[in-house]
C-alpha cells in the first residue's frame, strides 16, 4: 500500500536548468496538489488539479508549470529553475470535498544554486 | 479573505499536558483538521472535527472547537517526546472545490 510516492527526494539544479517532479498516489484520488514548504512559510500551494486533464492555479504558481494526463499521477515542472524555487515540495492527494483527507508524499528536497 | 492562524512555537515537559491553538476566519468551514508533520517527512492526518460538533476525543487527543470564536484547540494528554513535531491546523471551506487553507504549523518541543 505504496499511498502517495514522490520522485525525486533529492535533487540539486543549477540556475537555469529544468526538471520534472513526479508524484503518483494508487488511492484512486480526483484531487492532487502541490505544495512548497519554506522555513517561517507554512505550506504555500502552488497548483492543483482536481480530476484527470485538469490543473489550476494555487498560492505561488508563477515558475512552475503541471500535468494530469493520468489520474494516478501529478507532474510538476520547472523550466527555468531559480534560487528562489529552493524549497521542500510536497505532493498530496484527496477524494475531494466535503470531508478533504489529505494524504501526504514524503517531500522533495530541492536545492538550486 | 481565508486565513487560519496559529502561535508557532510551544514548549512543554514530558508527562504535561500541551495545547495548540488555532483561528480562522471563514464561518462558513464545514470541516477543520489538524496535521501532524515529523521531522524529514510529509504531513499525517492527526485527526479532523466537523462544524456542527463542539468536541471530539481520541485517545490522547481532544479537539476542541468554538465556531462562535472561529477558534480551534488540539490538546495532547500526557505528552511524550514522540509527539515533537509540527502541528497544523486547516480549514475545509464550504465552497466547492477550494483547497484546504492551512495554517503556518506551530512547532512542539517536548523536554524530557
Known amino acids: 500500500n505504496a499511498g502517495v510516492t514522490q520522485t525525486p527526494k533529492f535533487r540539486v539544479l543549477k540556475t537555469g536548468q529544468s526538471m520534472t517532479l513526479l508524484c503518483a498516489q494508487d488511492?484512486?484520488?480526483?484531487?492532487m496538489y502541490w505544495y512548497r514548504q519554506d522555513p517561517g512559510m507554512g505550506l504555500r500551494l502552488i497548483h492543483y488539479?482536481?480530476?484527470?486533464?485538469?490543473?489550476a492555479k494555487g498560492e505561488v504558481p508563477d515558475g512552475y508549470n503541471v500535468s494530469r494526463l493520468k489520474k494516478q499521477n501529478f507532474l510538476l515542472g520547472l523550466e527555468s529553475a531559480a534560487p528562489s524555487q529552493t524549497s521542500v515540495y510536497f505532493c498530496a492527494s484527496s477524494s475531494g470535498p466535503p470531508n478533504e483527507k489529505l494524504f501526504f508524499g514524503s517531500g522533495t528536497q530541492l536545492s538550486v544554486l | 479573505g481565508e486565513d487560519v492562524e496559529q502561535s508557532l512555537f510551544l514548549s512543554v515537559r514530558e508527562g504535561d499536558s500541551s495545547v495548540i491553538n488555532c483561528t480562522y476566519t471563514d464561518s462558513s468551514s464545514t470541516y477543520l483538521y489538524w496535521y501532524k508533520q515529523e521531522p524529514g517527512a510529509g504531513l499525517q492526518l492527526l485527526t479532523y472535527i466537523f462544524s456542527n460538533m463542539d468536541m471530539k476525543q481520541d485517545q490522547r487527543l481532544t479537539v476542541l472547537l468554538n465556531k462562535k470564536d472561529k477558534h480551534l484547540s488540539l490538546r495532547i494528554a500526557d505528552t511524550q517526546t514522540g509527539d515533537s513535531a509540527i502541528y497544523f491546523c486547516a480549514e475545509s471551506l464550504n465552497s466547492g472545490n477550494t483547497p484546504l487553507v492551512f495554517g503556518k504549523g506551530t512547532r512542539l518541543s517536548v523536554i524530557a
Open positions: 488539479s482536481v480530476g484527470e486533464g485538469t490543473t
Open positions: 488511492m484512486n484520488h480526483e484531487y
